[in-house]
């Protein structure tokens, strides 16, 4: 079991709480900083992801601002992008993480492209993990999934949108249903996963405020965001990789790959959005092999 390091990070008069897996890199490695989901969840569901201490890097997780064991003030005029960008190079700097790979999963990857449009230095790679690049398309893909569901919980998930009772027990036992499907296929869920629902459920005004109640009930302040014309922009050796059922589907996935100059695209066969949890050594396999050949490429 490799070393854990936690504490926290003063950021915009808040704290900031972070987590590193690992000692120290082996000669030629680089440390592999992860962005998580939500917006609003917490680190918890990417715990599989220690395992990559075992090859030679540090892993470093942190909860957001407004998530999990961060401070989690009320303040909805607080939660944007930039808020968010600020905090990757704060935490960058007060942890030394001059050079980095960057892995970022859903709402991860959707903050770590924003912030590889600022141009930051020492990003030796990009992982995109089961992310958009448009919230506009991510919506109508989940609608398109949504429409699959069994009529029944599709009209209990549509009587309690209309009548604005989305906190209600009915609508989050509907909404199961297609987590189930196409957020995490693992059953039962695992205890690191279930850590993150509750936790975003014990502080949702992040995930309320820029997304809405649901995975597919998008009414928050990202519902217009979309970057998929400035992929172009980003410069980094980049791996987007999702699962077969993901919520962010093979359409999603082949935009930013298509997007993003020289960027691949791994395709998990039975995982849904949380590939790395529901095929976690084969996730590891794939996401060492593309980090050491980034490493090898840089050191050549």
Known sequence: MSAVQEGYIPFKGYQTWYRIVGEKEEPGKLPLLCLHGGPGAAHDYLESL?????????????????????????????????????????????????????????????????????????????????????????????????????????????????????????????????????????????EFVQRTYDKTDQYPEVYNTMNGPSEFHVIGTLKNWDIIPRLGEIRAPTMVTSGRYDEATPLIAETIRSGIPGAEWVLFENSSHMAHAEEPERYMQVLDGFLSRIEAERNS
């Open 50 to 190: 220690d395992a990559m201490a075992d090859s030679g890097r540090r892993v470093i997780f942190y909860d957001q601002l407004g998530c999990g064991n961060s401070n989690t003030p009320s303040n909805q005029s607080m939660w944007t992008v930039d808020l968010y960008i600020e905090e990757i190079n704060v935490v960058r700097e007060a942890l030394g993480l001059e050079t980095i790979h960057l892995l970022g999963q859903s709402w991860g990857g959707m903050l770590a492209m924003e912030y590889m449009l600022t141009q930051p230095k020492g990003v030796a790679s990009l992982t995109i993990a089961s992310s958009p690049a448009s919230m506009i398309q991510w919506v109508a893909e989940a609608n398109r999934l949504r429409d699959e569901l069994p009529p029944d919980v599709q009209a209990m998930l549509l009587k309690h949108e209309s009548a604005g009772t989305t906190t209600s027990k009915e609508y989050k036992d509907a909404m199961m249903v297609f987590y189930k499907r196409h957020v995490c296929r693992t059953d039962p869920t695992p």
